[in-house]
């Protein structure tokens, strides 16, 4: 399976298992989504389980709430993460606060769907990365899967949690990993061993990092797309490094990632969101805090810009090969 097929595995696979399941969105019912991770599950659950939704970011998650506290489990999907802003007073000051407020007699088990990041020429409304303003929402778990396998298994799991989640879907790699280089031709997922997705039921902890790659020079912090573009680099430098993928931000694993910092010495950061206040500025703290004794250099960020996602210079922005090649030159020179 690709991505998209996984994650439309997962839901088929849960719309079945659970009554309580229900899908709901902009065009993902008979049409089947914008990018057809939702094809077919109407016509086979119905058009009570699986429906469209009005053109209302705020509607659809508001509505995910009062489905969530009455019982049901709701997997709204978001047609791109940009548009999730309108639905953010929903999410915070409802979906991530009905357990605290309520005091655990109601509990709101909503996972919110949603394609993020760049790579396809969206421009600025198209292509943003918000993970980090999720992380921030206490009472939200935040989960970025990096290939089919662990984005059927972690989006089970999130379904199955009894706390809201966004899971945030890297559109750029729905067909295939991405190197990073986007004048070479794209690879399927058919060929890469992550596509062995069980057709049945199967699911992956929340809360548990996965090394990708064992190394002794550098621990490499990833998820998502990025987790591949580090790859390509490091196999193409022949560097000894350590390649985490975090797969789920919050909660974080943060034994794992103290483990290999430890080993290492080293600590590159990369994601394709914007620098200030993004992800990697917590990763970047967290190490330090727990790791600095055993830091051989200060650790890096490679990221995304402080400007809007550009659409004429997309791959300006995005932290290619040639940036993080030149940052994990200087930390194993550091």
Not at 51 to 74: H, K, Q, S, W
Not at 130 to 152: L, Q, R, W
Not at 179 to 197: C, F, I, M, N, Q
Not at 244 to 250: G, P, W
Request: charged share 20%; with cysteine; net charge negative.
């Amino acid at each position: 399976m690709n991505m998209i097929e996984a994650i439309n595995s997962a839901m088929d696979v849960m719309l079945a298992r659970d009554s309580n399941v229900v899908v709901m969105g902009e065009d993902v019912g008979y049409f089947g989504g914008v990018f057809r991770a939702t094809a077919g599950l109407q016509k086979k659950h119905g058009k009570t389980r699986v429906f469209d939704t009005p053109i209302n970011e705020c509607g659809i998650i508001g509505v995910a709430v009062g489905m969530g506290a009455y019982g049901l489990r709701p997997v709204p999907e978001i047609q791109f993460a940009d548009y999730i802003y309108p639905g953010l007073d929903q999410l915070v000051s409802e979906a991530a606060r009905i357990r605290y407020r309520s005091a655990n007699d109601f509990v709101c088990p909503m996972t919110v769907r949603t394609p993020f990041g760049g790579g396809i020429f969206g421009g600025q409304t198209h292509s943003q990365s918000p993970e980090s303003i999720m992380t921030h929402i206490c009472g939200v778990k935040t989960v970025i899967p990096s290939n089919p396998y662990d984005a059927k298994g972690l989006l089970i799991a999130a379904i199955e949690d009894n706390d809201p989640v966004v899971f945030l879907e890297p559109k750029r790699i729905y067909n295939g990993p991405f190197s990073g280089y986007y004048d070479r031709p794209v690879e399927p997922w058919s060929k890469h061993a992550a596509s062995a997705v069980p057709e049945d039921y199967y699911r992956i902890e929340l809360g548990k990092a996965a090394t990708v790659r064992e190394g002794e020079a550098v621990t490499v912090l990833a998820y998502g797309t990025m987790v591949h573009v580090a790859k390509t680099v490091i196999e193409e430098l022949n560097i000894d490094a350590e390649i985490i993928d975090l797969r789920t931000l919050l909660p974080l694993d943060i034994e794992a990632i103290e483990a290999s910092v430890k080993k290492t010495g080293r600590c590159l950061i990369i994601h394709e969101a914007t620098r200030t206040s993004g992800f990697g500025a917590e990763l970047a703290a967290l190490v330090q805090e727990r790791c600095f004794y055993h830091l051989e250099a200060p650790v890096e960020r490679v990221t995304g810009f402080d400007t809007p996602y550009p659409h004429s210079l997309e791959w300006a922005y995005f932290p290619g090969p040639v940036r993080i090649a030149t940052a994990l030159t200087k930390i194993l020179k550091d």
